[in-house]
């Protein structure tokens, strides 16, 4: 195994602003970036600490291509699970602009089931409704599924709970942190196969994440946390569907956070989102801490969405 595919195993899940990368892994940045976690030290304590008023929800948005750029993304699914691991909503969404490509293998959704989806306004309403200002969401890459939705701090949410950050593991073959992406940690943690229709299904993504969440993240146990790190870091991981496609799926650029395989030309997610690092909570050993704050990193993912 060459170190380009040594350093494929260091998954990330992606920004959904390119719905490609769920599988991304950018070992070479790694060093330099940091997985964007609002309110970390926040909804550490809502989650822990006032558990028992606090809605759970997950939320899971794919995106199909909308232009040939790996910036080019438009919501096509969302889905709606709570902490009981109960759909309440899940829906497609019709995009306002012409579909260049589905993106089949990382969305699920063809382009034809579009055709008579309700429009992104319609669906955005009806996501909106299910959301309250103390609400805690937990996703991966959470971030780029809340601005695709447009959920706010303090109007639909007062928690994000990331799990690529929950599972953010110090690798010490590297030297730097390692992220996995939910199909890993779906896999290895819950013995789920996340690619077992061909690809990602939002409703069941969201389902993987709240079960992640209860699982592992919910009762503060950082030892059974960090057994779960460790797993993670043992297993085998698969290569990523963006490289599996060296980048380009229906000539769409699926790459926006590997330059190696950028197809576009357009600026890599992690450089349009040069936003200086948060304190990140003390959430493991200190080994991984010391590396995730004294590097000045750049943000890993981002505003929009990530994963696909
Ligand atoms: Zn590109």
Redesign the pocket.
Known sequence: MDSTLENSSVEVKTNKL?ALEKDQQVAEDLNDVIQPVQNSEKSQDNVFNSNQSIQVLSIDVECVATGF???DRAPCSVAIVNDRCEILFDSLIKPDKPVVSDLFSFTGVRKTDLHHAPSFDEVIKKVHSFFTPTTLIVGQSIMSDVNWMKLQEGVHYSTLIDLGDEFRTFDPKYGSNKYFSLAHEAEVLLKIDLNATGSHIARDDAKASIKLYNKYVKDKDQSKLQQACQALLRAPTKIPLFRRFS?AYEKV????FNRG??????P?VSELQKTPAKKRRQNSNDQKEELSSSTNKKMKVIDQKNEI
Do not use: P
């Not at 395989?261 to 357009?266: F, H, L, M, N, S």
């Open positions: 390119d750029s790996h910036l980048g650029c699926v790459s926006a395989y950028c197809r576009c030309g357009q890599l």
